[in-house]
Nanobody
């Protein structure tokens, strides 16, 4: 089994920054993609950013030039640096990963989420 554990959420004022971390543990042989999603109250979950095993990254248009996703391969971790946060970005942020296990199969996992609150 694989667990994804997020940390780093909290409450900030608009224009401030937060750094989210997610660490994968358990039966992890490799991780192809790691992603961050968010879900605001009353809205659908949306992908914020993703990064593959080579370091290629992609972002939602709304966060480009403000958010940066990075990986620490040695620690099976992904970081989301969020700068210049906006009140509309209050949401639960979820880590998601495509994990290769000892069987050679790839399976998708979700973390439990971490709350981010941005006040104006």
């Amino acid at each position: 089994q694989v667990q994804l554990v997020e940390s780093g959420g909290g409450s900030v004022q608009a224009a401030e920054s937060l750094r989210l971390s997610c660490v994968a543990s358990g039966a992890v042989v490799g991780i192809d993609y790691m992603r961050w999603y968010r879900q605001a109250p009353g809205k659908e979950r949306e992908m914020v950013a993703q990064i593959d095993i080579t370091g290629w990254a992609d972002y939602a248009d709304s966060v480009k030039d403000r958010f940066t996703i990075s990986r620490d391969g040695d620690k099976n971790a992904v970081i989301l640096q969020m700068n210049n946060l906006r009140p509309g970005e209050t949401a639960v942020y979820y880590c998601n990963a495509d994990v290769r296990g000892w069987t050679g199969r790839t399976k998708n996992y979700w973390g439990q989420g971490t709350q981010v609150i941005v006040s104006s």
